[in-house]
């Protein structure tokens, strides 16, 4: 039988290789890209569609402000738009654009291909396997906290 993990021992090589990661793929960001908040607002969009600045807050744990600053900075560039809810003229609904898609497509594609080239050339069939079955748990563990 299995025996169960120490569970702060896995919070903390989890906590640690994961914050070595952020870091790694925060500093393959070129000038002119999408911030950290930006591409998770727009991910979070493009993901779960059109939403309210509050609720996109909520889900990412920032104020409404910080949010509101965040999709007004994407608005500026084309990437988000708002309109009003069909439903209750009170609120606004911001919803990703085709441009914003495209930026999507194309950073998740550069971040991807380098994180794909790393993978091919310094892990194992088996490793590839087991990241490959914790990349859903890792998004789980994310999504909860």
């Known amino acids: 039988m299995a025996q169960t ?4 021992d896995l919070a903390a090589g989890l906590y ?26 727009l991910a979070r969009l493009d993901r779960g569609g059109p939403n309210t600045a509050a609720e996109l807050a909520r889900a990412e ?7 509101g600053t ?3 900075a994407l608005e500026e560039r084309g990437f988000v738009e708002r309109r009003p809810d069909p439903h209750d003229g009170r609120r606004v609904i911001m919803s990703v654009t085709e441009a914003g898609v495209e930026i999507l497509r194309h950073k998740r594609d550069a971040r991807a291909q380098q994180l794909a080239k790393a993978l091919g050339e310094q892990f194992t069939v088996s490793e590839l396997e087991t990241l490959r079955a914790a ?3 890792i998004e789980r563990l994310g999504e909860s906290l």
């Open 61 to 67: 744990q920032i104020t409404s402000q910080a949010m």
């Open 135 to 137: 990349a859903p748990l």
């Open 5 to 8: 993990p120490d569970i702060d």
């Open 16 to 41: 640690g290789g994961i914050g070595l990661l952020a870091r790694r793929i925060r500093h393959l960001q070129a000038p002119g890209d999408l911030s950290l908040p930006e591409r998770s607002a």
């Open 70 to 72: 965040t999709l007004s």
